[in-house]
């Protein structure tokens, strides 16, 4: 586990956009993986900036994103799927038949739940794949107690993560789903590269247990200390809790400018 930290979450952003672009520029048929929420929002308006202003190419990427609530229609203003079209999609050369995104409004959660691992596979793997984390530890909705076997699933969420997520719904707890569709930890773990962004204090427990603390279901991204290419991007109030502060910023610091975007 590689582990970056930057003063602050826009540089910690921009700086995890360029790994991202890298890969596109080198690899263009791309399979990324897509996160929601505040924390990826500067990432992926670096990755616009970039597209309009240095021709970073979308169109032969294809996307697979972690997570959407059960119960929401695409078009709900709260739906992982009109955040995704707001946030990036409509503004990049993305072509609309290669975004593929769970499918919350489904009869048949396990049937859909199974095709989606299938696309995953069909589409030959996921490249890269970016991450938040969860106060709680939990990566996409996997939960504490999640299985590290875990392929894309209903999972309930626990009462912590409905009241973090009531902000995007009017500070309203009622209003937020309890029930949603996520890929496994198995699944985010096959993924060729992850790429975790965390930022601000409120994830600096959360980020100390998985960087430092042991591997445990109760702390679902630490399985991220077993994956062979993970890179952790943080600010320094989301790194405060470190141990080995100094030593991470080190060995960042002592690598090569090529390495850095690597």
């Not at 930290?5 to 690899?27: F, M, N, W």
């Not at 969860?134 to 996997?142: A, L, Y």
């Not at 973090?164 to 500070?171: E, H, S, T």
């Not at 679902?220 to 030593?247: N, R, T």
Request: charged residues 20%; contains cysteine; glycine residues 8%.
């Amino acid at each position: 586990m590689e582990v970056i930290i930057k003063s602050d979450a826009q540089t910690g952003s921009i700086a995890a956009a360029r790994v991202v672009a890298r890969l596109v520029r080198e690899k263009p048929n791309a399979v990324l993986g897509l996160a929601t929420g505040s924390t990826p929002l500067t990432l992926y308006k670096e990755l616009i900036r970039l597209h309009r202003e240095d021709g970073l190419d979308f169109s032969a990427v294809t996307t697979f994103n972690l997570d959407e609530y059960i119960g929401l229609e695409k078009e709900h203003p709260q739906s992982y799927y009109t955040f995704m079209w707001e946030n990036l999609f409509s503004q990049i050369n993305i072509q609309p038949e290669k975004v593929h995104l769970p499918d919350g409004m489904t009869q048949d959660v396990p049937a859909s739940c199974a095709v989606y691992e299938r696309e995953i596979i069909n589409a030959g793997g996921i490249d890269l794949q970016v991450l938040g984390i969860g106060s709680d530890g939990h990566i996409g909705f996997n939960e504490p107690t999640s299985s590290f076997a875990s392929r894309t699933r209903i999972k309930t969420l626990t009462q912590q993560t409905v009241a973090d997520n009531a902000r995007f719904f009017d500070g309203d707890e009622a209003k937020v789903p309890h029930h949603c569709i996520t890929m496994g930890i198995g699944t985010i773990m096959d993924a060729r590269m992850n790429l975790m962004l965390a930022f601000g204090t409120g994830k600096a427990e959360a980020i100390a247990a998985t960087i430092e603390g042991p591997v445990a279901s109760m702390m679902p991204a630490s399985i991220l200390q077993h994956h062979p290419a993970a890179k952790v991007f943080i600010d320094e109030a989301a790194a405060s809790a470190l141990k080995l502060f100094d030593y991470y910023r080190w060995v960042y610091d002592g690598k090569p400018d090529w390495q850095k975007d690597a």
